[in-house]
């Protein structure tokens, strides 16, 4: 009866969006962690979008940060956040995880900008 139903519903014509200027760098491998270390690591060169989703599967608390360096040794680069999604730590994670999407659709947080100079690493 619900798919008679939904079958009658009026369907929106889809547009993907890939920004050929910007790709999507993903981080879900492993989605859940076991040890320490980095997750995943990429060169960017110019502007990006980022997408990472782990869970800690450790039996104490970890912190999980993203890393950034500037590996140029000349030349200062700006980063720019221009809108993020984020989910807290919680025994609910699985449950939340639409909530990064909302806030990040949402789109209500300020333009973050850090500046690193040649060689600078730092972290968010």
Known sequence: MLRKNLREIPQIPKQEQKPADRPLIVSDSPETFTEKGFLYQEKVNGKARLY???ANGMDRKMKFAI????????????IKTTNQGEVYPSIYANLMGNEPTIEFL?????VETMVLRPYETAYY
């Open 106 to 110: 949402q789109g209500k947080r300020a």
């Open 52 to 54: 990472a989703t782990h």
């Open 67 to 78: 890393v950034v360096r500037n590996s140029d040794p000349t030349r200062s680069v700006t």
